[in-house]
């Protein structure tokens, strides 16, 4: 490869697209090339921006399709400057176009994606926060030192037990064994406030074994019941309850 065709390579090597015989060449050409270094440069901080700003994950193949094209068309070299204009600026506007679509479609391909990632990422730290928050509650009902226990038999061979604690105005309900419920239905909990019944939260429903922490503080309630209700939960009880335990005194 001679130097005449490692000065093409800038756009490719900013993009990450080079072999790893051709990326190696082009390292040690750009430890004697400034010319090159600068546009390089140039092109990486244009493609990471790019990538930072795209928020639609693009269609499939993008990526490809425009690595493909750009093989087919040959890059200006950076050339030497005839007049008394920089030779940066006579180089940038020389730039071929094709350097600056890849850069724009390839940094939206990967940015999307990137993006993408990174809002996964941060819904997964957020849920993990909100679970660590959750068991701090639980374990705060679970320990105090007015903590009352009530267990029940529940049907199919299922155990509850609730753990109330006045002073943390909470309550936890411990299932063990609990059947699934049918599809597309849920396990709702519920506080009974002499005999008016108070939406307390949803069970998970993939789960037979659990502690959950009730929805809203105790308030009085002189116990709780489950019901199985529509996905999403409901306001009021729609069936009658699978379950009612009384508050222990």
């Known amino acids: 490869m001679t130097t005449a065709d490692l000065h093409t390579l800038t756009g490719a090597y900013a993009l990450h697209a080079l072999p790893d015989d051709e990326r190696a060449a082009f390292e040690r050409h750009l430890a004697e090339c400034p010319a090159c270094r600068d546009e390089t440069a140039e092109l990486t901080a244009t493609a990471a921006r790019l990538g930072l700003a795209a928020s639609a994950v693009p269609r499939p193949g993008l990526r490809d399709e425009v690595l493909r094209r750009i093989t087919t068309v040959r890059q200006e070299s950076p ?19 094709w350097a600056l679509a890849a850069c724009v479609a ?38 105090a030192p007015d903590a009352r226990t009530a267990s029940a038999k529940l049907a199919g061979g299922a155990s509850g037990t609730v753990v109330v604690s006045g002073s943390q105005d909470r309550a936890v309900f411990l299932a063990s064994g609990m059947a699934h419920p049918p599809r597309g239905k849920v396990y709702q909990l519920w506080f009974d406030d002499a005999g008016t019944m108070r939406s307390a939260g949803l ?3 993939a789960r037979t074994d ?32 699978v379950a009612l335990m009384k508050f222990p005194a």
């Open 79 to 97: 050339g030497t400057v005839r007049t008394g204009r920089p030779a940066r600026g006579r180089r940038w506007q020389r730039a071929s176009r």
């Open 106 to 143: 390839v940094a939206a391909a990967l940015g999307g994606t990137a993006v993408w990632q990174h809002q996964r990422a941060q819904d997964a730290n957020e849920q993990a926060r909100r679970a660590e928050q959750n068991n701090d509650r639980i374990a705060a009902v679970l320990s």
């Open 203 to 205: 069970m998970d429903s």
């Open 210 to 241: 659990q502690a959950v922490l009730l929805d809203g503080g105790v308030d009085g309630a002189s116990g709780m019941g489950i019901t199985v209700e529509p996905a999403g939960g409901s306001a009021h009880p729609t069936s009658a309850p």
